[in-house]
């Protein structure tokens, strides 16, 4: 999948990933999409229910050996 | 409008100062209004760490004296072990790069967590606004 921007949390813990999230996020423009790699299972949960508390689209997600990929796409 | 999230720390212990902030931090991350609310024990989390707090009588300046608080010197509520277990669990924190109390609070405060102190347990204690980091 093709990001405009990648967020690198991987080794962090709640709440530091959708922390960090949150703040990328406001760096973005509208119709960018970011990519965001974690380790904690944790953010499989987070990351959709953040889009859907903030109104942005959950893109979707990769899981290869322990690392997590997600995308998120700025929809506001 | 925004939702709302406050949150009451009554406790100077460290392990649930985490917790509140933990809160606070991922509420504030995806657009809710957070407040805090300090309270009793709790005043120590938001305690400025610098310098001798004045307060007036006798009790309430032993009380200040042997209740530093401030969070660098929050105790862990089980395995403290005089500052031992505190370290140790600073160690395991820093290896899994999880940030210290003093961290999130900075963290809670950037991201617009706002802080407040009880009044009444201020008065009890005679401490005023300018002992606490508020904002």
Redesign the interface.
Known sequence: MKADATLDCVGLYCPMPIHQTANKMKELKTGQVLEVLASDEGIKEDAPAWCRATGNEFVGMEEKGGEIKVYIKKTK | MAEKMTLIVFSGDMDKALAAF?LA??G?????EVSMFFTFWGLNVIKKNEGPLKSKGIMRKMLNFMNRGGAKRLGLSKFHMFGMGKWMMGKLMKD????SAQELMT?AHQ?GVKFIACTTSMGMMGLGKEAFILK
């Open positions: 933990n931090i991922g504030a991350s995806i657009g809710m899994v790069r999880f940030p963290m991201s």
